[in-house]
């Protein structure tokens, strides 16, 4: 549809603050979208230093120049915009933002790989990332996230690649890459993220048992310290190509899905 707005003026809510949803948020932001975040109270992310759901522990969070804080009110969703952040608000539902905002854009950013209540209905345009919906139906776009060859194109029927449960492979390593704790328990690190690590290092304990790395590298991703984990869960990630940097920077695949959303905000907007 043709929007008489600006594509400055148009406002964008984005469901999940994690590391796939600041990207694209990173992204829109740097494309001057009116853009507010809805988050859990307790965020779960790995890739914590692209996150912007740190905010929610830490006040504020900034990745790659952007700055996200956390706000107690839709009040200050507005002086948020005026003063150059994105803000965050705690909406587990996105309900309560979604009413009050209206938003021309609503994007289910949570890659909880199936549709948490989010309705076709919710604004002018509706983008589902990954598998879990379906264009046409529940949203009007879906975004596609498995890594290869259609990672990030716009998909206007039908649904993205389903869940493999295999991660995405980088450096020859996939599901070596990750850090699972092996019981229930606190977690607590005993490295930080963008520490080198060699294969066979104790990273973190839950209680007393260690969480080992599988491979070297460097850690790209660790949860925060004093989560309460379930046995299996994913609470860290090593980079095997070494490189500290892509610990603190949005990776290849967070902007295709950025660049992705973009698309889809302009081809609906302006067709």
């Given at each position: 549809?043709?929007?008489?707005?600006?594509?400055?003026?148009i406002?964008v809510?984005?469901?999940?603050?994690?590391?796939?949803?600041?990207?694209?948020?990173?992204?829109?932001?740097?494309?001057?979208?009116?853009?507010?975040?809805?988050?859990?109270?307790?965020?779960?992310?790995?890739?914590?230093?692209?996150?912007?759901?740190?905010?929610?522990?830490?006040?504020?969070?900034?990745?790659?120049?952007?700055?996200?804080?956390?706000v107690?009110?839709?009040?200050?969703?507005?002086?948020?915009?005026?003063?150059?952040?994105?803000p965050?608000?705690?909406?587990?539902?996105?309900?309560?933002?979604?009413?009050?905002?209206?938003?021309?854009?609503?994007?289910?950013?949570?890659?909880?790989?199936?549709?948490?209540?989010?309705?076709i209905?919710d604004?002018?345009?509706?983008?589902?990332?990954?598998?879990?919906?379906?264009?046409?139906?529940?949203?009007?776009?879906?975004?596609?996230?498995?890594?290869?060859?259609?990672?990030?194109?716009?998909?206007?029927?039908?649904?993205?690649?389903?869940?493999?449960?295999?991660?995405?492979?980088?450096?020859?390593?996939?599901?070596?890459?990750?850090?699972r704790?092996?019981?229930?328990?606190?977690?607590?690190?005993?490295?930080?993220?963008?520490?080198?690590?060699?294969?066979?290092?104790?990273?973190?304990?839950?209680?007393?048992?260690?969480?080992?790395?599988?491979?070297?590298?460097?850690?790209?991703?660790?949860l925060?310290?004093?989560?309460?984990?379930?046995?299996?869960?994913?609470?860290?990630?090593i980079?095997?190509?070494?490189?500290?940097?892509?610990?603190?920077?949005?990776?290849?695949?967070?902007?295709a899905?950025?660049?992705g959303?973009?698309?889809?905000?302009?081809?609906?907007?302006?067709?």
């Amino acid at each position: 549809m043709k929007s008489n707005k600006k594509m400055s003026e148009i406002i964008v809510l984005i469901r999940g603050a994690g590391e796939m949803a600041s990207g694209v948020a990173h992204r829109l932001h740097q494309s001057h979208f009116k853009l507010c975040m809805t988050e859990v109270s307790y965020p779960l992310a790995v890739r914590r230093e692209v996150s912007f759901c740190e905010a929610v522990y830490e006040g504020e969070k900034e990745v790659e120049g952007v700055r996200a804080k956390l706000v107690p009110g839709h009040k200050e969703i507005e002086s948020g915009w005026k003063e150059g952040y994105i803000p965050i608000l705690i909406d587990p539902e996105s309900k309560r933002t979604r009413d009050f905002l209206k938003p021309d854009v609503l994007i289910d950013a949570i890659m909880a790989k199936k549709n948490l209540g989010t309705r076709i209905d919710d604004a002018t345009l509706v983008i589902g990332l990954g598998p879990g919906f379906t264009a046409g139906n529940d949203v009007h776009i879906v975004i596609e996230t498995n890594r290869g060859h259609s990672l990030g194109k716009m998909i206007l029927n039908g649904t993205a690649e389903p869940d493999t449960g295999i991660p995405g492979e980088v450096g020859g390593y996939t599901v070596e890459r990750l850090l699972r704790t092996m019981k229930k328990g606190i977690f607590r690190p005993q490295k930080t993220i963008g520490e080198k690590v060699t294969r066979g290092s104790v990273v973190a304990v839950v209680d007393d048992y260690p969480v080992i790395s599988q491979i070297s590298g460097v850690i790209r991703g660790l949860l925060r310290e004093g989560i309460e984990v379930k046995k299996g869960m994913k609470v860290g990630d090593i980079d095997p190509r070494g490189k500290r940097e892509h610990c603190f920077t949005i990776s290849e695949k967070a902007r295709a899905i950025g660049g992705g959303v973009l698309e889809a905000i302009l081809y609906w907007f302006n067709k």
